[in-house]
């Protein structure tokens, strides 16, 4: 654009005296007639060009002024979306009311605490403010958006947990089947045995699949310490023989 009206003073000053100092393809586009001659040109007053030259020059500043506006506030958008909110930051509404804590980010979700509920968003719903991150909705409104996360968690779970079903870990591997359910524990039965665990320490994943939460050396450790106790208990009944 620069380039372009550069030449198109260089054609206003120089084509009344000396057209050859101007390439007739600089000079149709903006000053040639319909029959595409320059006599148009040459017969009009210097002042009317010169108009037409700065009207293009002022367009190009304002392009200008605009583009680079763009650019800053990408770049601090970017700047902000890089960095992002940090953990133990706490999250405001827009009108500066407390909603909740970050305890953790990972993967593009937060797990944020409100006092009442602890659960997860993602990191993209949270905004840059005066004082911190915010979120667009209150902390009545994100609680009862957990409570119901919440309901419907159990519900899954509840469903999912039944004698027969196969139990994954969280890294999902299938590590055994329930065995037995009775009330708020199930027997979830390893290769290498039966352990009782207590309903909340289940759960079901994306895929609707029944997970256990226990880490699957936890649950050795307390595989083999049920062992443990049990050979130690029919050492002491028979009298230590």
């Given at each position: 654009?620069?380039?372009?009206?550069?030449?198109?003073?260089i054609c206003l000053i120089y084509i009344p005296t000396d057209p050859g100092r101007c390439?007739?393809?600089?000079?149709?586009?903006?000053?040639?007639?319909?029959?595409?001659?320059?006599?148009?040109?040459?017969?009009?007053?210097?002042?009317?060009?010169?108009?037409?030259?700065?009207?293009?020059?002022?367009?190009?500043?304002?392009?200008?002024?605009?583009?680079?506006?763009?650019?800053?506030?990408?770049?601090?958008?970017?700047?902000?979306?890089?960095?992002?909110?940090?953990?133990?930051?706490?999250?405001?509404?827009?009108?500066?009311?407390?909603?909740?804590?970050?305890?953790?980010?990972?993967?593009?979700?937060?797990?944020?605490?409100t006092g009442s509920h602890t659960g997860s968003i993602p990191a993209n719903v949270l905004?840059?403010?005066?004082?911190?991150?915010?979120?667009?909705?209150?902390?009545?409104?994100?609680?009862?958006?957990?409570?119901?996360?919440?309901?419907?968690?159990?519900?899954?779970?509840?469903?999912?947990?039944?004698?027969?079903?196969?139990?994954?870990?969280?890294?999902?591997?299938?590590?055994?089947?329930?065995?037995?359910?009775?009330?708020?524990?199930?027997?979830?039965?390893?290769?290498?045995?039966?352990?009782?665990?207590?309903?909340?320490?289940?759960?079901?994943?994306?895929?609707?699949?029944?997970?256990?939460?226990?880490?699957?050396?936890?649950?050795?450790?307390?595989?083999?310490?049920?062992?443990?106790?049990?050979?130690?208990?029919?050492?002491?009944?028979?009298?230590?023989?």
């Amino acid at each position: 654009m620069i380039d372009r009206i550069a030449v198109d003073i260089i054609c206003l000053i120089y084509i009344p005296t000396d057209p050859g100092r101007c390439p007739e393809r600089h000079i149709r586009p903006l000053f040639a007639g319909p029959s595409g001659a320059t006599d148009r040109f040459l017969g009009d007053t210097p002042i009317a060009a010169l108009q037409e030259v700065a009207i293009n020059k002022e367009s190009s500043m304002k392009f200008k002024t605009a583009l680079t506006a763009a650019a800053a506030l990408t770049l601090a958008t970017a700047a902000y979306a890089q960095v992002g909110p940090e953990v133990g930051a706490t999250i405001y509404t827009a009108d500066g009311a407390e909603v909740a804590t970050i305890e953790s980010l990972q993967n593009g979700v937060a797990v944020v605490n409100t006092g009442s509920h602890t659960g997860s968003i993602p990191a993209n719903v949270l905004g840059e403010g005066p004082d911190g991150p915010v979120i667009s909705v209150t902390k009545a409104q994100l609680d009862q958006l957990f409570a119901d996360q919440e309901a419907q968690a159990i519900a899954a779970r509840d469903a999912a947990l039944i004698t027969g079903a196969t139990v994954m870990s969280t890294d999902n591997v299938e590590i055994g089947t329930i065995t037995e359910v009775n009330g708020d524990t199930a027997i979830l039965t390893l290769a290498d045995g039966p352990l009782t665990l207590a309903r909340d320490q289940f759960a079901t994943n994306q895929t609707g699949a029944l997970v256990v939460l226990v880490p699957q050396a936890d649950l050795m450790a307390a595989l083999n310490g049920a062992a443990t106790a049990e050979v130690d208990a029919e050492v002491e009944a028979s009298g230590g023989q």
